[in-house]
């Protein structure tokens, strides 16, 4: 999936104009009783719906375990759009805007279109990135950034795991392209992303993201959080990760 076509799966649509297979979240539809006026203020709700997976529940093992996959995109990542859906009702603040600009304009105060909202844009990205056929490292253009900010491939990776070992309880290691065109690895608490102007201390477009959640490996991994990160790199999409190079 090009970068387009992933932002066009992460964006808000209009009810109804995407159907997805998987998706959980359909309730959101205008009556359709034209009749009724005062649903004409509702008919520009924003409904987010949960992106099918590329592959199998069980494509990954065993870097990622089929139950660990169904539970976290079937459970999870689908409890995340259903609850963004509704933090989003009658949300003036938000009304009209798509999941990035969402995200850039959401503040301390908004719990749950912050929590959700980026629950939803981050399992999105993290699952588009995945491949059964993925791991081995970049190629081109995200090689050469890869090269240019950090040295080399080894280098980012030492970085980048470091990151995603040493986030505190929940979150997310991020590699991300900052505005001055450089590449840099971060983290996140909870459900923050660097799309968030408002809350991330290391803003910018986050290229490749990590749950490191317990819920994303406990019942594979137990508590050994370094070997599911050293294995998440057998399914990594290089070729996916470089298409959001922009
Ligand atoms: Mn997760």
């Given at each position: 999936m ?19 297979p ?5 309730n959101?539809q205008p009556?359709?009783d034209d ?15 949960l ?10 093992a065993?870097n990622i ?11 999870h ?15 003036a603040k ?7 600009e969402?995200?850039?304009t959401?503040?301390e ?29 970049p ?8 090269d240019?900010?950090?040295?080399d ?8 795991s470091?990151a995603?070992?040493t986030?505190?309880g ?9 505005a ?9 608490p909870n459900?923050?992303?660097?799309l968030?102007?408002n809350?991330?201390e290391?803003k910018g477009?986050?290229?490749l993201?990590?749950?490191?959640w317990?819920h ?5 991994y ?11 790199f057998n399914?990594?999409?290089?070729n ?7």
């Amino acid at each position: 999936m090009e970068k387009r076509e992933f932002l066009k799966v992460a964006s808000v649509v209009a009810a109804g104009s995407i159907i997805l297979p998987l998706s959980s979240c359909t309730n959101n539809q205008p009556s359709g009783d034209d009749t009724d006026s005062k649903k004409e203020t509702t008919q520009s709700t924003q409904s987010f719906e949960l992106p099918a997976l590329a592959f199998a529940f069980d494509a990954l093992a065993p870097n990622i375990d089929a139950m660990t996959m169904e539970i976290h995109h079937g459970k999870h990542h689908a409890g995340y759009v259903r609850k963004l859906n509704a933090a989003l009702k009658d949300n003036a603040k938000f009304a009209g805007k798509n999941l990035e600009e969402i995200l850039a304009t959401v503040g301390e105060d908004d719990t749950g279109v912050r929590n959700n909202g980026g629950g939803h844009y981050n399992h999105t990205l993290f699952w588009d990135n995945m491949s059964p056929t993925g791991g081995g490292k970049p190629s081109g253009d995200l090689a050469n950034a890869i090269d240019g900010s950090f040295g080399d491939f080894d280098t980012f990776k030492n970085q980048f795991s470091t990151a995603a070992k040493t986030v505190f309880g929940s979150g997310w290691a991020w590699l991300c392209k900052g505005a001055d065109g450089k590449l840099f690895v971060s983290s996140t608490p909870n459900q923050d992303n660097p799309l968030m102007s408002n809350l991330a201390e290391a803003k910018g477009t986050p290229l490749l993201g990590l749950d490191v959640w317990e819920h994303a490996y406990y019942l594979n991994y137990q508590n050994k959080r370094g070997d599911y990160i050293a294995n998440y790199f057998n399914v990594i999409d290089w070729n996916k990760v470089g298409s959001r190079l922009g």
